[in-house]
């Protein structure tokens, strides 16, 4: 190969390679806005009501759900399949 052809490939490789970092740099920084500083959605005015089922409450995801909705206002109802750990996080949610 020629030495014009193979810069012109280099630059094209080049180019390619600056968009998708850029669109990439830009979707992950669009996401960490929307996760640290966006405002809080009003759950209360959005859903309605002031009860919420939560399944799994005593452990990861749903125990972070059962702190969020209490924060927000929500009477919560907990489901678990141990009750231990259900009593738990209970007691742990009214502290």
């Given amino acids: 190969m ?21 669109v990439n740099a830009f979707t992950a920084l669009r996401g960490f806005y929307k996760y640290c500083f966006a405002y809080r959605l009003n759950l209360q005015k959005r859903y ?26 929500f009477n919560i109802i907990l489901m678990a399949r141990d009750q231990a750990k259900c009593d738990e996080a209970a007691k742990e949610l009214r502290d």
């Fill in 2 to 22: 020629n030495q014009p052809v193979m810069k012109c490939t280099l630059t094209g490789f080049a180019a390619i390679g600056t968009y998708y970092l850029g």
């Fill in 48 to 73: 309605g009501g002031g009860w919420a089922l939560v399944t799994g409450a005593s452990d990861g995801i749903g125990k972070q759900y059962c702190h969020e909705l209490a924060r927000s206002g």
